[in-house]
């Protein structure tokens, strides 16, 4: 009844604001994810794109990411959909990275057509890495015997419970240039001219706000408040969209995380705090 009489008013009597639908992007950003331990990739996200996306009352959308990297191809995903409903709505995007937007943080963030950060943002790390563990000591100081059967002799490769092979880490390096070079076409095709001419903006550094300006990684320093009012007038007001809830009010993951074919309860658990180790070091690279 509200919007029905807000409609039939005169225009000048009318106090309309712009509504800018806000989507949160946090965390380390990864396949797999539950209630217990939510990951930041395309399933558990695309509710709330979905939903910023086809509001009617804007014509541009805000994303909040504030992640240190993780899965590439997720990172690419969820690049991916955003300028795809971007296309697909007419919306323009605006990408506001906050305490960090670095590797595959900085990939998703390539999808916005203006990119802001705070001063003391983490901007950058177009790179690629790969990290894990090895137990293969461990697995004999506590009494366990690993046991693999394959058909195809490099089907165990980087096998993280046995001894590290030179083979394995060549091969494992001429998939990161792979990688590596479609990061660095991804923001030369973003940033365009933007782009400053310096040879360490895909040498994996990352840098603060400020001179992530300088070099064009972003377009200007500040916060999603100040920047939108200042693009859509003082009245516009910025709209939090959530994705989907279960019953109990709990956001809903956006799929299982499940277990190998024959690992056993030992490998699980370890595998389980290698994980977490692994998220830990991500969020240090940058102080965190």
């Given amino acids: 009844m509200k919007d029905l009489f807000r409609r039939y008013l005169p225009a000048r009597f009318r106090k309309e604001e712009t509504v800018i639908p806000v989507v949160r992007l946090q965390g380390t950003i990864m396949s797999g994810g539950s209630q217990f331990r939510p990951a930041l990739n395309l399933a558990s996200v695309a509710p709330a794109l979905e939903k910023a996306f086809a509001s009617k009352k804007s014509s541009a959308v805000a994303i909040q990411i504030n992640s240190p990297g993780g899965s590439p191809v997720q990172s690419r995903l969820i690049y991916r959909r955003i300028r795809d409903l971007a296309a697909e709505h007419n919306k323009k995007v605006y990408v506001f990275a906050e305490d960090v937007a670095a590797s595959g943080g900085y990939m998703i963030a390539l999808a916005g057509d203006v990119i802001i950060a705070d001063e003391t943002s983490i901007v950058g790390s177009i790179g690629v890495v790969s990290g894990g563990f090895g137990f293969p000591e461990l697995l004999k100081k506590i009494g366990v015997e690993r046991r693999v059967y394959t058909a195809g002799e490099n089907k165990a490769i980087l096998d993280p419970f046995q001894p590290e092979k030179e083979g394995d880490i060549e091969y494992l390096k001429t998939l990161q240039l792979e990688i590596h070079k479609v990061f660095i076409d991804m923001v030369k095709q973003r940033r365009g001219a933007k782009l400053a001419d310096d040879p360490t903006?895909?040498?994996?550094?990352?840098?603060?706000?400020?001179?992530?300006?300088?070099?064009?990684?972003?377009?200007?320093?500040?916060?999603?408040?100040e920047v939108l009012r200042r693009d859509f007038g003082e009245k516009v007001k910025l709209e939090l969209v959530s994705g989907q809830r279960s019953f109990f009010g709990r956001r809903m993951p956006g799929v299982s995380v499940g277990s190998d074919i024959g690992a056993?309860?030992?490998?699980?658990?370890i595998a389980a705090l290698a994980q977490t180790a692994e998220d830990k070091a991500l969020w240090s690279r940058f102080g965190l």
């Fill in 201 to 225: 903006i895909f040498s994996g550094l990352f840098w603060t706000g400020i001179r992530a300006k300088e070099l064009g990684l972003i377009d200007g320093l500040g916060h999603a408040r």
């Fill in 264 to 269: 056993s309860a030992g490998e699980g658990a």
